[in-house]
């Protein structure tokens, strides 16, 4: 398994400001990933981030909304940019461990005012 | 991309109840997992099975991959064990790998 934590915890932001969400996983991983969910609603994949690579967005994800930092193996940061409240959300990192289980963090709860 | 549905999307249970929880998905998947969000968000995994059946504790699952449907058993429910329940699967191919399509849920209450 893995232990992985996420910052801030929750916060509340005002429309047109970015904010910036930190992952941190206590073993080196190749691949992390994030996920939005949206109030009331399953998880969607935004994009995976590998180390030393560009991040890969899924459809309807892009990067000038959603960028990706994956500075090394164990740490990730996703900025949520020029917020609006459509943006308010559950944000998660996860990780796969040994190519198969996925673990998630405990995720950052987003409210854009 | 590959359709995952869930059922059923809500669930009323008294305490001490058995239940069984559905999930389709459309296409051939490599990896098939189970989730439990509990209250406060948190999301705890609960069963790697893309196929066969595991078993831990209370809780149990089987894949049948051939038909494309999973299953996951809750015996002898407790209040604890509400929340919501998470289906994902993974589609087979490099380009795939690690990215989780979710079902729905379903939304599990037990009441004392």
């Known amino acids: 398994s893995a232990v992985i934590s996420q910052k801030p915890s929750r916060d509340i932001c005002q429309r047109g400001t970015s904010l910036t969400i930190q992952c941190q996983v206590d073993s080196q991983v190749t691949m992390m990933f994030w996920y939005r969910q949206q109030p009331g609603q399953s998880l969607t994949l935004i994009a995976t981030a590998n180390q030393g690579s560009e991040a890969t967005y899924e459809s309807g994800f892009v990067i000038d909304k959603f960028p990706i930092s994956r500075p090394n193996l164990t740490f990730s940061t996703l900025t949520v940019s020029n917020m609006s409240p459509e943006d308010s959300s559950i944000y998660l990192c996860s990780v796969a461990i040994g190519g198969y289980e996925q673990y998630f963090g405990p995720g950052t709860r987003l409210t854009v005012t | 991309g590959i359709q995952v549905e869930q059922s059923p999307p809500d669930l009323i249970l008294q305490e001490g109840a058995n239940s069984t929880l559905r999930c389709n998905f459309s296409?051939?998947?490599?990896?098939l997992q189970w989730f439990h969000q509990n209250p406060w968000g948190q999301l705890i995994n609960l069963f790697y099975i893309p196929s066969g059946t595991k078993q831990n504790g209370r809780l149990s699952a089987t894949t049948v991959a051939t038909e494309r449907y999973s299953l996951l058993y809750i015996s002898s429910s407790q209040t604890t064990d509400s929340g919501v329940y998470f289906c994902?699967?993974?589609?087979?191919?490099?380009?795939?790998?690690?990215?989780?399509?979710f079902g729905q849920g379903t939304i599990l209450t037990v009441h004392p």
């Open positions: 994902a699967v993974e589609r087979p191919g490099g380009t795939s790998y690690g990215k989780l399509t």
């Open positions: 296409d051939s998947v490599n990896n």
